[in-house]
């Protein structure tokens, strides 16, 4: 594993000592020493924490604060060091970086480790008479995310360091670096629906009640919903089935009980809540009961003076202007964006959760010198 002893001298150089440590959800330890090897020597104070319990936990956190003058405005990166598992086929150890060319391969590379570097990088070439920078990461994002992005937020409210505005590292773009950044997200509900039955012959269905039928009916109904036509920023909110369960393995008898699992994403028309209960009304109708999970709520950034400062940065970096957006999955975002305005912008995501994960290493440098345009102008905003 490549060692970060100081602050590092390339973006390259630390995103390959992040990606050597391992670190599937939920990430502890080792790639958190390696993260707070960067930043301590360059002036930031390092709160780690570990928070929750099994099954959702226990999570690392880190939250790492150079403070500015007083009444300075403060400007958080927020991100995670966790990644999804690797599985099998890789042409090179996933653990073990290695650049091929101008690409730099691993698990992480750029989901996303490579922005959590080129922030590093970029915070180090920031003034500290300039503001308060901080970093909000944590090991839990691709997982459950119970007690991580909502656990430091609870920390950067005990500390006292709530930022004025924040940016998250996700990778948001799409062909080329810049073309894209994300402005907003659609909130996620999932829904579970269950049916109770009477069992019973299929020979005699008089003397049964067969929990089936009235779960297809509850979801076609369900399915034939327009919640929306879309809005200015957002696509149409979407409700699709993603399970059906009966397990039932005799072909002669009608179960007891049938189950099945939906899925909304939705924009800012809709609440977690809202939807929930117009679910839950319609499971009753046909006999049914619905429990709902919220991952998270739609949120949006308007464009504005913030969008700007990340367009200007891009586009003096890149040469062009990225496309405000609101599509995708969630993210951390949707948590941060209670505490002040959020925007993420981070790498091209055409490998993401892919095997041969993989980031070309010269946008790594403009991404880092992307990263410091923004946190300057949003320190010196009003």
């Given at each position: 594993?490549?060692?970060?002893?100081?602050?590092?001298?390339?973006?390259?150089?630390?995103?390959?000592?992040?990606?050597?440590?391992?670190?599937?959800?939920?990430?502890?330890?080792?790639?958190?020493?390696?993260?707070?090897?960067?930043?301590?020597?360059?002036?930031?104070?390092?709160?780690?924490?570990?928070?929750?319990?099994?099954?959702?936990?226990?999570?690392?956190?880190?939250?790492?604060?150079?403070?500015?003058?007083?009444?300075?405005?403060?400007?958080?990166?927020?991100?995670?060091?966790?990644?999804?598992?690797?599985?099998?086929?890789?042409?090179?150890?996933?653990?073990?970086?290695?650049?091929?060319?101008?690409?730099?391969?691993?698990?992480?590379?750029?989901?996303?480790?490579?922005?959590?570097?080129?922030?590093?990088?970029?915070?180090?070439?920031?003034?500290?008479?300039?503001?308060?920078?901080?970093?909000?990461?944590?090991?839990?994002?691709?997982?459950?995310?119970?007690?991580?992005?909502?656990?430091?937020?609870?920390?950067?409210?005990?500390?006292?360091?709530?930022?004025?505005?924040?940016?998250?590292?996700?990778?948001?773009?799409?062909?080329?670096?810049?073309?894209?950044?994300?402005?907003?997200?659609?909130?996620?509900?999932?829904?579970?629906?269950?049916?109770?039955?009477?069992?019973?012959?299929?020979?005699?269905?008089?003397?049964?009640?067969?929990?089936?039928?009235?779960?297809?009916?509850?979801?076609?109904?369900?399915?034939?919903?327009?919640?929306?036509?879309?809005?200015?920023?957002?696509?149409?909110?979407?409700?699709?089935?993603?399970?059906?369960?009966?397990?039932?393995?005799?072909?002669?008898?009608?179960?007891?009980?049938?189950?099945?699992?939906?899925?909304?994403?939705?924009?800012?028309?809709?609440?977690?809540?809202?939807?929930?209960?117009?679910?839950?009304?319609?499971?009753?109708?046909?006999?049914?009961?619905?429990?709902?999970?919220?991952?998270?709520?739609?949120?949006?950034?308007?464009?504005?003076?913030?969008s700007d400062m990340v367009s200007a940065a891009i586009e003096a970096e890149t040469g062009h202007k990225p496309e405000l957006s609101t599509s995708g999955g969630t993210s951390d975002a949707r948590f941060l964006k209670d505490l002040s305005p959020v925007i993420e912008f981070g790498l091209c995501n055409a490998t993401?959760?892919?095997?041969?994960?993989?980031?070309?290493?010269?946008?790594?440098?403009?991404?880092?010198?992307?990263?410091?345009?923004?946190?300057?102008?949003?320190?010196?905003?009003?």
């Amino acid at each position: 594993m490549t060692q970060i002893t100081a602050a590092p001298q390339t973006v390259a150089h630390l995103a390959q000592a992040l990606i050597a440590c391992p670190s599937v959800t939920p990430a502890r330890g080792m790639v958190f020493d390696c993260l707070e090897a960067a930043l301590a020597p360059i002036g930031f104070e390092v709160i780690r924490f570990v928070a929750g319990e099994a099954p959702d936990g226990p999570v690392e956190n880190m939250l790492a604060i150079r403070r500015g003058p007083e009444g300075s405005r403060h400007f958080a990166f927020a991100g995670h060091l966790d990644v999804v598992p690797p599985g099998e086929g890789w042409t090179s150890a996933p653990f073990a970086p290695e650049i091929r060319g101008e690409l730099l391969y691993g698990r992480g590379a750029v989901d996303m480790k490579g922005s959590i570097a080129a922030m590093a990088v970029a915070a180090r070439d920031i003034p500290a008479e300039a503001g308060t920078l901080s970093f909000v990461i944590t090991g839990d994002e691709e997982g459950p995310a119970r007690y991580g992005t909502l656990a430091l937020i609870e920390k950067m409210r005990e500390v006292g360091a709530i930022p004025d505005l924040c940016l998250v590292g996700e990778p948001t773009s799409v062909n080329r670096l810049g073309d894209m950044a994300k402005i907003g997200r659609r909130g996620s509900v999932n829904i579970f629906l269950d049916v109770e039955g009477v069992q019973g012959h299929v020979a005699y269905p008089h003397l049964a009640d067969n929990p089936i039928t009235r779960l297809v009916a509850m979801l076609t109904e369900l399915k034939a919903l327009v919640l929306d036509e879309g809005t200015d920023w957002f696509q149409a909110s979407n409700l699709e089935v993603t399970d059906l369960t009966v397990g039932n393995p005799a072909h002669n008898v009608i179960p007891a009980k049938a189950s099945a699992r939906i899925s909304i994403r939705f924009n800012d028309r809709h609440t977690g809540t809202s939807l929930s209960e117009k679910v839950t009304q319609i499971a009753a109708r046909h006999g049914g009961s619905a429990r709902a999970l919220i991952s998270g709520e739609a949120f949006l950034t308007p464009p504005g003076a913030f969008s700007d400062m990340v367009s200007a940065a891009i586009e003096a970096e890149t040469g062009h202007k990225p496309e405000l957006s609101t599509s995708g999955g969630t993210s951390d975002a949707r948590f941060l964006k209670d505490l002040s305005p959020v925007i993420e912008f981070g790498l091209c995501n055409a490998t993401m959760h892919k095997r041969d994960e993989a980031v070309a290493v010269p946008d790594l440098e403009v991404l880092a010198r992307i990263y410091r345009r923004i946190a300057i102008a949003a320190l010196a905003s009003n």
